[in-house]
């Protein structure tokens, strides 16, 4: 139920239907919606689809339901089939219950995904050919759970969906990873409580042999409860066991690792090539889990040297008349735009907006009127809300803000590109959810990188045109 475009229900369809099951595939949007999902499975023999929604006899015929991550379980066709003694599953529980590899695995709201990538390529140089990425960052390890042998690494990023489905099975990963607490989800979630609550199912149910690697800096996440050997990562160093930026004056060069009496510094800040405070502190969780388990310094400096932001993550897409473009739009939390916006000392021209989750918009109100980019521009569900409280909370701190309420992402790239200036940078980082009217955060930020394209089409014509005048005259 639900296949969706991101990876986990294709694993899971691919898994299924390889291994002799009788399976139907049902999902709301029509094929020309799924038209590329549908692609990758044309292959697979003797699967039924009904697409353009679902039929009430499809849950109360069969034997199992596998549910994508994205579907509530008070969703009215999951109720029926439960109604009928009927199990529900998810492709990621399908995965833990068979998966012989010890896990890392990575939570949190912001940064999960580069800190996932980021383990993995510092792990892969300590056990090559022997680690494996997968989970929320968009691939299913469903399909290869069976070339996973015990003794392999299986980094996970894990979203509070999945955690949440996973408490049934009680999930004792070998690491836990935390990055940091804020609102988020609260369009499924019930309450704040109960999306920390889904979050904290991950150090819930791990025993004392196993390890957590917490953030020091966080309040929320500092607090939560763990049977687990606790390690930190931080901006500070006060003594603790794990990584922390070293020295008073060095951010971001140089961190420290400390584990017992074993002390070891290193110039992190030379080897990260990525943009953002937010990233080093990214790192420090990375590196202080792959330490733990055995990596050594000259990989660490060559995993970091060779890791590159992942696409849709602070990702320069395009430089056209010396005004940088830089991708952010994985950034789908106020928290996220946040520490996009401060890791530009280079005046900004900012896209923020989207899909409305009920989160709380004051915490990046307030940094954008406390430190005014060159221009807002607002779009998408909550632009003009967003807009409004940006021009009050201007209003009130006296301050001016150059605004643009188009709505559209064309034309709010069309907009920045028409008034920045060379040595400045136009960013997307919209601090919401794309759904309503994006299939997904990646549809977003490839039509972002798009229209960069069609910005730097336009100045070399231009720049062409100018030329063959100047030789006719």
């Not at 006899?57 to 109604?83: G, K």
């Not at 907006?353 to 009127?369: H, M, P, R, S, T």
Request: glycine share 8%.
């Amino acid at each position: 139920m639900g296949l969706g475009r991101f990876g986990g229900a294709l694993g899971a369809v691919r898994y299924l239907a390889e291994r002799g099951a009788d399976l139907l595939v049902t999902d709301l949007r029509t094929e020309p919606e799924l038209k590329t999902s549908l692609e990758q499975l044309a292959d697979l023999p003797g699967v039924t689809y009904h697409l353009g929604g679902h039929l009430e006899e499809d849950f109360t015929s069969c034997d199992l339901v596998v549910a994508s991550a994205a579907i509530p379980l008070s969703n009215r066709y999951l109720e029926l089939a439960r109604s009928r003694g009927i199990p529900i599953t998810r492709e990621m529980n399908l995965f833990w219950e068979r998966n012989p590899g010890r896990v890392v695995a990575v939570t949190g709201t912001n940064g999960k995904s580069t800190t996932t990538a980021l383990t993995h390529a510092l792990l892969s140089q300590a056990f090559p050919g022997r680690v494996w990425l997968g989970g929320n960052i968009g691939k299913s390890l469903l399909p290869d759970v069976e070339k996973i042998r015990p003794g392999d690494w299986v980094v996970l990023e894990l979203s509070s969906f999945q955690l949440e489905d996973l408490a049934v099975l009680r999930p004792n990963a070998q690491v836990s990873i935390v990055t940091n607490f804020s609102a988020n989800h609260l369009d499924r979630h019930p309450s704040l409580d109960a999306y920390r609550a889904a979050k904290q199912q991950l150090l819930a149910c791990q025993s004392t042999d196993r390890i957590a690697v917490l953030n020091q800096d966080d309040p929320d996440v500092s607090q939560w409860p763990t049977g687990a050997r606790r390690f930190w990562f931080g901006s500070d160093d006060i003594g603790r066991e794990g990584m922390f930026l070293y020295g008073a004056d060095a951010f971001p060069r140089r961190a420290i690792f400390r584990l017992g009496l074993r002390e070891q510094v290193f110039p992190l800040g030379d080897w990260l090539t990525l943009a953002g405070r937010h990233n080093v502190i990214n790192a420090l969780a990375a590196c202080s889990a792959a330490l733990l388990l055995g990596t050594q310094a000259a990989q660490i400096e060559a995993g970091i040297r060779s890791f590159t932001a992942l696409p849709h993550r602070l990702e320069l897409v395009g430089e056209v008349g010396g005004v940088r473009y830089f991708n952010d739009s994985k950034a789908t939390t106020p928290a996220a735009a946040i520490l996009a916006l401060r890791s530009f000392r280079a005046p900004c021209w900012v896209i923020v907006g989207g899909y409305d989750k009920q989160i709380d918009l004051n915490g990046l109100v307030a940094e954008i009127v406390a430190h005014p980019p060159r221009g807002v521009a607002c779009v998408g569900q909550v632009g003009p809300a967003l807009a409004a409280q940006l021009k009050q909370a201007a209003a009130e701190k006296g301050c001016p803000l150059h605004l643009d309420e188009s709505g559209t992402l064309s034309h709010a790239v069309a907009w920045c590109a028409a008034q920045a200036q060379p040595g400045e940078v136009v960013l997307l980082s919209p601090g919401c959810a794309s759904y309503d009217q994006f299939e997904n955060y990646e549809e977003r930020g490839l039509l972002f990188a798009r229209l960069v394209a069609e910005q730097a089409h336009v100045a070399t014509t231009s720049s062409t045109a100018s030329s063959a005048n100047v030789a006719t005259s």
